[in-house]
């Protein structure tokens, strides 16, 4: 996640008098805004329960009302005392630091805590409504949400809450995937947009998982409804053979066997962002970014209209980072002029080192309004590696509200069949037969490649560098 402070405000506080508050941004959205007290006291807090030695410098108080370079300064300086506590895995994973942010949250939005109704997605036509307190942790919903399905708590940790945002054209974009930092209700109201709401979906990217979740009925009638729902939307590749035995196997209600055959398809479990734009092969290029399988899929147009496709694996990827400017904007349109004179949106690049072929590393840059949510998904396709090699297991089992604080409802709602699929896309099957394979030296190759003077990942050490993971491991 990526927080920033890209901004201060003076606010009036009791008696008349004035004070400077700091907006804290997660993923460029506004998401609590803060006194420097209010961080310093975080910060004493965090000191006496980790010492000295692990927290990182806060700016230090000043005597006198500061000037407004002197505001600028402690602003940058908050700013990187943050991403330096959210980095550190200690710090930024404690309750302490989490507990802060849904407070702040929460006061910032000034939603008062109450019983409310929150409406959970599973699908584009499917939803179910749960009750839960406007100050719930995104745990606490994901688990009303899996006791109103009935889904066992061993299976509920292979699901996660997105935030969506539907597109004028019906199409979806995944804006993030919710955090422990924050309050589920405040984050999707505060929008203030019809356009914005809560999905539920697996967040595995390992299809040998699956097999877990259909053993259960409600596992199997959520993974279900996702697998239909990607291939409505053109994620997942069906041609006219394969929709005929798709649909012949859901008249006959044969759900797993449905589910199988689809996990042979292109795309099968992967996530698609918004058309972006990369420099790779060449600058300027157009392209379609998907995550799964644990790499990044690219379908890439060419300056001289030739599409092309290829993928990057996660193992062979040394580091990557999210970068964020501001761009100013007249008119709709780029412009030369300063921020401080135009309208300014944010730009956001994801950037990743990859391993080319042996001693050979190159940058490869996409600029997407959903870097963080790539760089989110690589994470955890690492993070699924890493418990995976280690022989452990990606089953969490969720934490019970104690004393059973609130009131659910005793009635289950089962997750209902979605209608038959509808005819294939003939545009979307077009775009396909256009795809070519890159060259052995570009994409495709490799990723793909087995020859000697390729080298695994763990050959590498960076921010995100595998030890012990290579190709083979996958």
Known sequence: MHFSIPETEVRSGENGSTYVAFNIHVNSVLHCQVRYSQLLGLHQQIKKEYGNNVVPAFPPKKIFTLTPAEVEQRREQLEKYMQAVRQDPMLGASEMFNSFLRKAQQETQQIPTEEVPLEIYLSKRQKVTVNILTSDQTEDVLEAVASKLDLPDDLAGYFSLFLVREGVDGGLTFVRKLQDFELPYVSVTSLRSSEFYIALRKSYWDTAYDSDVMDNRVGLNLLYTQTVSDIERGWILVNKDQHRQLKSLQEKGSKKEFIRLCQTLKYFGYIQFDPCVTDFPEKGCHAIVSAGNNELNFQVKLPNEQMKEGSFKVTRMRCWRVTSSQVPVANGTASTSPCSSAKCEVKLELAFEYLMSKDRLQWVTITSRQAIMMSICLQSMVDELMVKKSGGSIKKMLRKRPNGSLHRSESQQAVKSPPLLDSPDPDREQI???????????????????????????????????????????
Do not use: M, P, Q, W
């Open 432 to 474: 396909v037969k256009l795809s070519t394979k890159l060259s052995s030296v570009s994409l495709r190759g490799i990723s793909a490649s087995n020859s000697a003077n390729d080298v695994s990942g763990n050959d590498f050490h960076g921010n995100y560098a595998f030890e012990g993971i290579g190709d083979d491991d996958l």
